[in-house]
C-alpha cells in the first residue's frame, strides 16, 4: 500500500513485524508514534537501540542483564548450589516475585518444541550442563511451563543429565500452577505453592 509514503509504510512494516500486532495495530502504533512530539519519539528509538546494545546474557545463568554476572548469580545472600531452570527471563522474575526463592537460577530462552522448529540444541543446555560440572550444585528445580513443550524439555534434561551420575537432586515443580499456563502471568501465591511443594523428578 502506497497511500502514506515510504516512510510511513517503512514503520507499520516493523510494527507488524512484532509478536501478536496485525496490520491494524502496526497502523495504529506507527501512527501513534509519527504524532509524538519529536523527543518522545526520539527517546522510543533510544530505548531500543541502547537496550539491544547494552543488555548481554549473564555468564553464568544466561539471564539478560545489563552487567555480567547479573544480579542473582552475583548475590553474596543467594544459595548458589540450588538452580532454578526456567524458560524465559520472565519466568525467573515471576520466581523472583513470589519471594519464595533465594536460589540460582538458569535461563533456557525457550522450550523443545519440534512443531516450532525448537531443539535443544536451541537452547543454554550446554551451559546448564557445564554448571553441573563446575559448581558445586546440590539440586536442579525443573520449573518450565506446565505445558506440552515445557514437560517435554523437563523430562528430556531428566534423560540428559541422570545418567552423568552427577551427585545432584532433581526435582520438578509441583501442580498447583494450571496446566497450559503461561508462568509469567500465574499470581504469586500458586506460583509459590507450586515451588514450595515440588517434587522428586
Ligand atoms: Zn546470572
Do not use: E, Q, V, Y
Given at each position: 500500500m502506497n497511500y502514506y509514503g515510504g516512510y510511513v509504510n517503512r514503520l507499520i512494516d516493523e510494527f507488524a513485524?512484532?509478536?501478536?500486532?496485525g496490520a491494524k495495530s502496526a497502523a495504529r502504533l506507527a501512527f501513534y508514534v509519527i504524532h509524538q512530539p519529536p523527543e518522545r519519539a526520539n527517546a522510543l528509538a533510544a530505548a531500543i537501540s541502547e537496550a539491544k546494545n547494552n543488555i548481554r546474557f549473564c555468564s553464568v545463568c544466561c539471564n539478560l542483564t545489563?552487567?555480567?554476572?547479573c544480579f542473582v548469580c552475583a548475590g553474596a545472600k543467594r544459595d548458589h548450589g540450588t538452580i532454578l531452570v526456567v524458560e524465559t527471563p520472565q519466568d525467573m522474575a515471576a520466581y523472583e516475585k513470589t519471594g519464595e526463592y533465594h536460589g540460582a537460577y538458569h535461563v533456557l530462552h525457550g522450550a523443545i518444541s519440534p512443531m516450532n522448529g525448537v531443539?535443544?540444541?536451541?537452547?543454554r543446555i550446554k551451559e546448564l550442563l557445564a554448571r553441573l560440572n563446575e559448581e558445586n550444585i546440590n539440586e536442579l528445580i525443573?520449573?518450565?511451563?506446565?505445558?506440552a513443550e515445557g514437560e517435554a524439555t523437563a523430562m528430556y534434561l531428566g534423560r540428559l543429565i541422570k545418567?552423568?551420575?552427577?551427585p545432584v537432586k532433581i526435582t520438578r515443580i509441583a501442580h498447583g500452577v494450571p496446566v497450559g499456563a503461561d508462568i509469567e502471568y500465574v499470581d504469586s501465591v500458586t506460583l509459590g505453592k507450586a515451588l514450595f511443594f515440588r517434587r522428586e523428578f
Open positions: 513485524k512484532l509478536p501478536g500486532i545489563d552487567s555480567d554476572p531443539s535443544p540444541k536451541d537452547l525443573f520449573a518450565t511451563n506446565p505445558t545418567p552423568l551420575g552427577i
